[in-house]
């Protein structure tokens, strides 16, 4: 023991990672529950020798720093095996990968919740700032998990958050694995481009195999001319997984409740929400209540254009299905602004768009994006970038970019960390690891991948959470990138979303997939721009709708329906009735993700993206200056200061709620 405990900790010797793999992509039957395993294993045994120092020789070295470092360490290792659940192609890998998530989780909450590790860390003193903000966050964390109750009941609460954790694993894998499919005649899906057509697997006896993923999702619900076959599709898409999510979610609400009661908090919302911007549960419900009833409007209004688009189509029609929405939406489109999807798709390649995409960020952040040549990666189809300051010429990154579309995949867009960012010997820094995780069309024969504005925007809005963990300099790595408040976190991610929609980033990426040098028509660029806010009301409504399913779900007390609440509420909102037999929380990944008494997340980031974004609106959306003071004030600090501190230092004043209310085009709610 003594010969552990004198050994002064010392900051992480930092590996430079493989060019070519920065974190291991290809693993054998049974390595990755190996790794897992022995990166446990060794966890342990570190944080036994910090419990197990002797009170002399606590200090913030011994024990804080220690304790960082070792958390640091089984991130770095865990995250990489637990990614394989969602991207790899082998079935076996991916269960090993689900279940090496699974258990880290109960690791996580076994940790926090060790009374001997929380006395050895809450009996030093900080010497710096640094210091101070860690020690001040760590212990934040093991009290959030029951520090101060007496014995029985600390060990009530890890029982139960490790069972949590377990669920919300199993309900995440669900998802992943899912490989809902439907087959469709050549007739029933007329109306869908036959690029699509092209992509989808033909059955023996000549039919369509056509799968839930997004992509062919969106492209039959916006394109099938019949109304049975979009029903059809929809059903299944809302019904993926359901009977066991469903019991999944619900068991996980009540838990929420009994592990919220047990740490003395009234509901499971309190519990999440305290210490984050928003501060109370009641300003959250404030906050979506003041938008609630002029979205209603704005959807209301919208509502009664795609019926007027739908008598057209059918005069004996009297209102609009669930499943008409995308479809009519499409066909608005097309008459109001003589836009269609695959139009607009003609004019971004993914390979040329996605270089220039990286161009914008390059010049506004002065950073460099490099493709990786013969990288070593899991999956046909996966890239690899270095993202390096153009300055310097030194390796900031690695992001893995993975789009395409295959079975066992997970189903949406995201990015996922895998090695975070923190300080090493001698001013060192480690290299951050991310990917970004999506699924847009595949290529076709001759015929590249092409993008629609939807995919473009998702790309612009991933790509922020990519730069948030990228370029990130805190020194901790459970404090920097996008390790900030829950309700922080979709800042840099919305902000360079509108980046998206601005005339000059459209003309600069831009390009006909048959001969580059056209880009998109002005015409056809200003017909997109006026056509954005065509279906404000019923988006911005849906994210309301979602963020009060959870707030209603998470500030419940007992059982909840959970099915018979988000009907209820769409209906509420969306003023239609949802399609019936319908199970849509089951396949909301958000709610056992993370966003559980968090969707309103989006809406609340979003004042503060808006007002991010205003200054690069006034100051230029390439001008270097404002790009590398957005370094600083945003994606560089991670948490070593609260999102209030670094909004006003970036803003030089605080956010407010005019320029969201301006971009919604609804008043401004009176306090």
Not at 481 to 505: I, K, M, R
């Amino acid at each position: 023991m003594s010969q552990v405990t004198k050994t002064p900790w010392t900051q992480p010797n930092l590996d430079v990672p493989d060019p070519k793999e920065p974190v291991r992509s290809r693993y054998a039957p049974g390595e990755i529950t190996q790794r897992c395993d022995a990166a446990f294993v060794s966890a342990n045994a570190t944080l036994d020798a910090i419990a197990a120092t002797p009170l002399p020789e606590w200090t913030v070295d011994t024990t804080l720093l220690r304790f960082e470092q070792a958390m640091g360490d089984i991130s770095d290792t865990t995250l990489p095996l637990s990614m394989m659940s969602y991207v790899s192609p082998d079935p076996a890998i991916s269960a090993e990968g689900a279940a090496c998530e699974e258990k880290t989780g109960i690791f996580m909450v076994n940790v926090y919740t060790r009374r001997d590790l929380y006395d050895a860390i809450r009996g030093v003193t900080p010497r710096t700032q640094d210091e101070a903000r860690l020690y001040t966050k760590t212990l934040r964390q093991f009290d959030r998990n029951g520090l101060s109750l007496p014995d029985d009941r600390l060990a009530k609460v890890r029982e139960m958050k490790a069972h949590l954790s377990r669920l919300e694993t199993r309900f995440s894998t669900n998802l992943n694995n899912d490989n809902s499919t439907l087959e469709f005649t050549l007739q029933e899906l007329g109306g869908v481009p036959g690029a699509v057509l092209a992509g989808f697997k033909k059955t023996d006896h000549g039919t369509y195999c056509v799968t839930t993923k997004t992509p062919d999702y969106l492209a039959v619900m916006q394109g099938a001319g019949s109304s049975d076959t979009r029903k059809r599709m929809q059903y299944a898409f809302v019904n993926r997984q359901s009977v066991e999510n469903t019991r999944l979610l619900e068991e996980a609400i009540v838990l929420r409740q009994q592990i919220a009661r047990e740490l003395g908090f009234a509901t499971w919302a309190d519990y999440k929400i305290d210490g984050r911007m928003a501060g109370k549960t009641e300003h959250v419900l404030t906050f979506l209540a003041a938008l609630k009833e002029p979205l209603k409007e704005k959807a209301k209004a919208e509502m009664e254009g795609l019926l007027a688009v739908k008598k057209k189509l059918d005069p004996s029609a009297t209102a609009v299905e669930a499943w008409d929405i995308a479809y009519l939406k499409e066909k608005l489109r097309l008459e109001k602004y003589a836009l269609d999807d695959e139009t607009v798709r003609q004019y971004f390649p993914l390979e040329p768009t996605m270089q220039g995409i990286f161009y914008q960020y390059s010049v506004l952040l002065d950073i460099r994006f490099v493709d990786v040549k013969d990288a070593k990666v899991w999956a046909d189809g996966v890239k690899l970038y270095r993202i390096e300051d153009a300055t310097e010429g030194t390796t900031i990154a690695y992001l893995y970019v993975d789009l395409f579309p295959r079975e066992g995949k997970y189903g949406h867009m995201m990015m996922y960390q895998l090695t975070a960012g923190r300080a090493g010997p001698h001013g060192s820094y480690s290299i951050p690891v991310s990917a970004l995780i999506g699924n847009v069309r595949a290529p076709e024969g001759d015929k590249p991948s092409l993008l629609s504005h939807d995919d473009l925007e998702g790309l612009f809005h991933e790509l922020g959470h990519a730069l948030h963990t990228s370029l990130t300099r805190a020194p901790y790595s459970t404090l920097s990138g996008y390790n900030v408040e829950w309700d922080f976190v979709e800042t840099p991610s919305q902000a360079l979303e509108e980046w998206a929609w601005q005339p000059q980033v459209l003309d600069a990426i831009s390009g006909l997939y048959t001969d580059p040098a056209q880009k998109l028509p002005t015409d056809l660029r200003t017909r997109m721009i006026e056509a954005r806010d065509m279906d404000a009301g019923m988006s911005y409504s849906r994210m309301l709708m979602l963020s009060d399913e959870d707030m209603t779900f998470h500030t419940a007390n007992g059982p909840v329906n959970v099915t018979s609440i988000s009907d209820a509420m769409y209906e509420d909102m969306m003023g239609i009735c949802p399609i019936v037999g319908g199970h849509e929380p089951a396949t909301i990944g958000h709610f056992m993700g993370g966003y559980d008494a968090g969707y309103y997340s989006y809406l609340w980031s979003k004042v503060y993206a808006l007002n991010v974004y205003a200054r690069f609106e006034r100051d230029g959306l390439t001008n270097t200056t404002t790009g590398r003071n957005y370094r600083h004030w945003i994606l560089e600090p991670g948490n070593m200061q609260d999102g209030d501190v670094l909004l006003r230092g970036f803003l030089g004043k605080e956010p407010g709620m005019d320029v969201f209310c301006e971009r919604l085009h609804i008043p401004v709610p009176v306090k």
